[in-house]
C-alpha cells in the first residue's frame, strides 16, 4: 500500500513537470495570466494566530507566507470558525504536538494568486478549504464509495506542503507548521488546488464558511453513510455542531426517533431546533448507555452516529445499535492511541460499524452543491453560528468551546 502510494505521488510529480513545461509555455503566449495580484509571484507579510506551545493561548504575530508553487493556492482567507479538531490537535492531549503550528480548517475565502500548474482555479475565485482533498485521479476520486484521495486525505502530523515537504508560513526565516493543508487562522494561507471547493460568489462567505468542516461532516455522515430509513430511530453522541447537523440529516431522512446523548445537559434544548426529540445524559443513569438506549428502543437503535471523539462514547454508540440490521458510524476524531474493545459477537449479531470523514462527501466536487443547496434555502446554517468575533479575540472562541458554550463562533479576519 505504502508503495503504491508512492509511486503514484512520483507519476503526479512527472506529471507536474510536464504541465508545467507546458502551462509556462502557453503563459508566455498569453502575457495576462501573469497578471494576478500586486504580490503574485512574492512573500506576503500576514497576519497570523500562531500556537507557539501546546495548549497556550496562541498569539497573532506577523509571518511571511511564501507564495504558491506547483498545484498550489494562496488564499485571503475572510472568516474561519473554530472547529474541535483545530483543538484537540493544539491541545495536543494524546495527538502529536507539531509546534509552532497555525491551526485552523473551518473557512471561506477569496483566491489571491496561484501557483504554476493550476487548472480550475483564477485569482478572485471564492473558495472553501477542506482538509481532506481530491485530486480527482487516483482509485479513490475515481471510486463513487470513497472520498479517501490518496494524495490528499486528511494527515493531521503533516505540517508541510506535499510538493516539495517544505512549510510556506515562516517567521524571521524559522518555518511555522501548516494543519490539515489549510491553517486558516492566517489572512493568508497556501493550499493545495485539491483541498480547495470553488463556490458561488454571491455566498456570503460568513455563514457558508462552516460548510467546510462541521456541518458538511455531520450532514453527509448521516445522508451519506448511515442512511437511516424514514419513521427510523437514530441516536446522536455528542451535540455539538457535528452531531447536530448529524441530527438534522436524521431529520431530512425521516427518522422519526432522533435521541440525543451528551453529557451536557445544556445542550439538549438547543437540540431541539435540529430535530432531536428525546435526550440521554449518561451522567443521569447507573448504568452503561447503551444499555439504557437497548431499553428506549426495544433492542437497540436503528443508526447511531458518534460525534464526541470519546472512545468510550464510541463503544457506546456501536454498542446501542440494534442487532439484525444497526449501523454505527464513528465521526469523532479518536486521540491517537485509543482502542476500540467490544466483544465480536456484537458483530456477529449483524451489527455493522463504520466511519467517515467529511461524511463521506467529496470536497471539490460536492461541497458546492451544499452551498447552492444553502443559497436555495434547502439547508440552514444559521442556527449552528452562535458566536462572532474579530480575528483578534481568537482565543475566546477556544474558551467558549472548551465551555461547551458555543456551537460554531465566526471569526472575521478583517476585523
Ligand atoms: N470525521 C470527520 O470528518 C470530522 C470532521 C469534523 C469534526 N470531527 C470531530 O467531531 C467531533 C465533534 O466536533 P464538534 O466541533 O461538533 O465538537 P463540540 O465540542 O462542539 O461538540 C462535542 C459535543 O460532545 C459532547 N461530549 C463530549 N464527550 C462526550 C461523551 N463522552 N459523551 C457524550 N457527549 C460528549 C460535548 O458536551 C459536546 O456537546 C470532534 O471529535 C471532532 O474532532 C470529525
Ligand atoms: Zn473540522
Ligand atoms: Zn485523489
Same mark, same amino acid.
Given at each position: 500500500m505504502h508503495k503504491m502510494h508512492k509511486s503514484f505521488r512520483t507519476l503526479v510529480h512527472n506529471d507536474h513537470f510536464l504541465k508545467l513545461l507546458n502551462n509556462q509555455k502557453s503563459r508566455f503566449l498569453r502575457p %495576462?495570466?501573469?497578471?494576478?495580484?500586486?504580490h503574485a509571484g512574492r512573500a506576503i507579510i500576514s497576519k497570523a494566530a500562531v500556537?507557539? %506551545?501546546?495548549?497556550k493561548p496562541l498569539v497573532i504575530e506577523k509571518v511571511e507566507v511564501a507564495p504558491p508553487q506547483a498545484s498550489e493556492v494562496r488564499v485571503q482567507i475572510k472568516y474561519t470558525s473554530l472547529c474541535h479538531t483545530d483543538v484537540y490537535f493544539w491541545e495536543a492531549k494524546g495527538q502529536t504536538p507539531l509546534f509552532p503550528r497555525i491551526f485552523g480548517h473551518e473557512a471561506a475565502g477569496v483566491v489571491e494568486s496561484v501557483g504554476e500548474c493550476v487548472k480550475n482555479l483564477k485569482p478572485g475565485d471564492h473558495v472553501l478549504p477542506v482538509f481532506t482533498g481530491e485530486c480527482g485521479d487516483c482509485p479513490h476520486c475515481k471510486s463513487e464509495e470513497s472520498n479517501m484521495c490518496e494524495l490528499l486525505r486528511i494527515n493531521c502530523d503533516r505540517g508541510v506542503m506535499i510538493g516539495d515537504g517544505k512549510a510556506r508560513f515562516s517567521q524571521n526565516g524559522t518555518p511555522i507548521n501548516h494543519f490539515l493543508g489549510t491553517s486558516t487562522f492566517s489572512e493568508y494561507t497556501v493550499i493545495h488546488e485539491g483541498c480547495l471547493a470553488k463556490i458561488d #460568489?454571491?455566498? #456570503?462567505l460568513d455563514k457558508v464558511c462552516i460548510l467546510s468542516c462541521g456541518v458538511s461532516t455531520g450532514l453527509g455522515a448521516t445522508?451519506?453513510?448511515?442512511?437511516p430509513k424514514k419513521g427510523s430511530s437514530v441516536a446522536i453522541f455528542g451535540l455539538g455542531a457535528v452531531g447536530l447537523a448529524a441530527a438534522e440529516g436524521a431529520g431530512i431522512s425521516g427518522a422519526s426517533r432522533i435521541i440525543g446523548v451528551d453529557l451536557n445537559p445544556n445542550r439538549f434544548e438547543q437540540a431541539k431546533n435540529f430535530g432531536a426529540n428525546e435526550f440521554v445524559n449518561p451522567k443521569d443513569h447507573n448504568k452503561p448507555v447503551q444499555e439504557v438506549i437497548a431499553e428506549m428502543t426495544d433492542g437497540g437503535v436503528d443508526r447511531s452516529l458518534e460525534c464526541t471523539g470519546n472512545i468510550n462514547s464510541m463503544i457506546s454508540a456501536f454498542e446501542c445499535v440494534h442487532d439484525g440490521w444497526g449501523v454505527a458510524v464513528l465521526v469523532g476524531v479518536p486521540t491517537k492511541d485509543a482502542i476500540f474493545k467490544t466483544n465480536p459477537m456484537k458483530v456477529l449479531d449483524e451489527r455493522t460499524l463504520k466511519g467517515t470523514f467529511f461524511g463521506n462527501y467529496k470536497p471539490r466536487s460536492d461541497l458546492p452543491s451544499l452551498v447552492d443547496m444553502y443559497m436555495n434555502k434547502k439547508? %440552514?446554517?444559521?442556527?449552528?453560528?452562535t458566536h462572532r468575533l474579530p480575528f483578534s479575540e481568537i482565543n475566546r472562541a477556544f474558551d467558549l468551546m472548551l465551555k461547551g458554550e458555543s456551537l460554531r463562533c465566526i471569526i472575521s479576519m478583517e476585523e
Open positions: %495576462e495570466l501573469y497578471s494576478t495580484s500586486a500556537a507557539w %506551545e501546546a495548549g #460568489p454571491k455566498a #456570503p445522508l451519506n453513510v448511515a442512511k439547508l %440552514e446554517v444559521e442556527k449552528f453560528i
